[in-house]
């Protein structure tokens, strides 16, 4: 059976045009006028768009003695319902443990995903064994590996061995990420804050000013480059690190930053919130900034020294965020958002003028698919793409509850906004997954997208290191003496 989406504007990341779109057993197979399907979805007056890509999600996560509340099922729901067709969540192997064991886990966890999805390999500790597994996670398709700079004592590797693992990163043509904010400092922060009876959520924000990320986001750009491999950084939400980026970019350093629309749309006096449970549900790291870094990071979408908006999808139930009370350093750290990225950046970003549609559907969806290296499989609308598509209606407006969300959490850290530009069908590999409005989800249609090794950049990158590299000089005429 064929689907025809017909009287659409396509918007892509470079092209804006009218044209139907026919789809067959998943894939994109025409894209022109007249088009004629089993099945038709009309666009009039709306955008068909590449479906988004959130390339940072944490479900079913386990971290600060518990686990994230959204598990692969709820979480692609809720992609699906904000017009999101692809995770790329993250394996955590545990200390000791083997990166493929883990990988495994994570496979068990994701059987039940309504959307397609990816996995980045964290590296939580350091050994000959996890050097040598991480060839099979390349091989297995898991060529990003993400290093947490922060979490002392748990997730939290040291530069040392980051420098050894961003090798081996850069030698199997994978990418290497950092979660960048400078652990020993938070560490030290924290520790006096509670002692001084700084205990409520606003100090989670004290514990972790811009500094400590601007700080590790240039000790790992310059790691990077010195191992020779490209960088993308996580959650970018100040201009310290902002700074970094852009003077590495500027530099010709491959190195890509990622804000979120939580950091792009709510600012730092959330925390100074007298309700208790309010700041703690907005706890998390690094934490929500002032509007000059706000401006900062859409300056960046703007400017393109930032490439791509995410989610850091992390949502932890009221209840445990309670096992912070009295020390905020238990509050477990994430926030959710796989739902409303989309609606928001449109509501906050299009329709204020700060992007283009073109740029909304580069920095949400195809910038991404072509830094990890899923491009044109995902983020296309092309002939021979995978159906994952997203029919925008601008018109279409909410308020944001958690009354009406498909999150399985208690609130939403953007209650109460109104949001208008919304999904009127949103299809994953062609399966209309958002009809009308309606949810129609297919508990375990998700498929895992496997991601190749050595993209164009990593190529272009070892070629001129290979060029650059230290060689001996040749001499002729050596001065024989003392002979
Ligand atoms: O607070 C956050 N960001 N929680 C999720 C884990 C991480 O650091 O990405
Ligand atoms: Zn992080
Ligand atoms: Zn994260
Ligand atoms: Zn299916």
Redesign the pocket.
Known sequence: MTTVIKNGTIVTADLTYKADVLIDQGKIIEIGANLKGDRTLDATGAYVMPGGIDPHT?LEMP?MGTYSADDFESGTRAALAGGTTMVVDFVLPGQGQGLMDAAQMWHNKSTRANCDYSYHMAITWWGQKVWEDMEASVKAGMTSFKHFMAYKGALMVNDDEMYQSFKRVGDLGGLAMV?AENGDVVAELTAKLLAEGNVGPEAHAYSRPPQVEGEATNRAIMIADMAGVPLYV??TSCEDAHEAIRRARLAGKRVWGEPLIQHLTLDESEYQNPDWDHAARRV??PPFRNKLHQDSLWAGLQSGSLSVVAT?H?AFTTEQKRYGVGNFSKIP??TGGLEDRMPMLWTYGVATGRLTPNEFVAVTSTNIAKILNCYPQKGAVLVGADADLVVWDPEKSKTIGAANQQSAIDYNVFEGKTVKGLPRYTLSRGVVSVDDGEIKTREGHGKFIAREARPAVNRALSAWKDLTAPRPVARSGVPVTGV
């Open positions: 944490h971290f979660h996580v959650h998390m790291s850091d992390c750290n994430g």
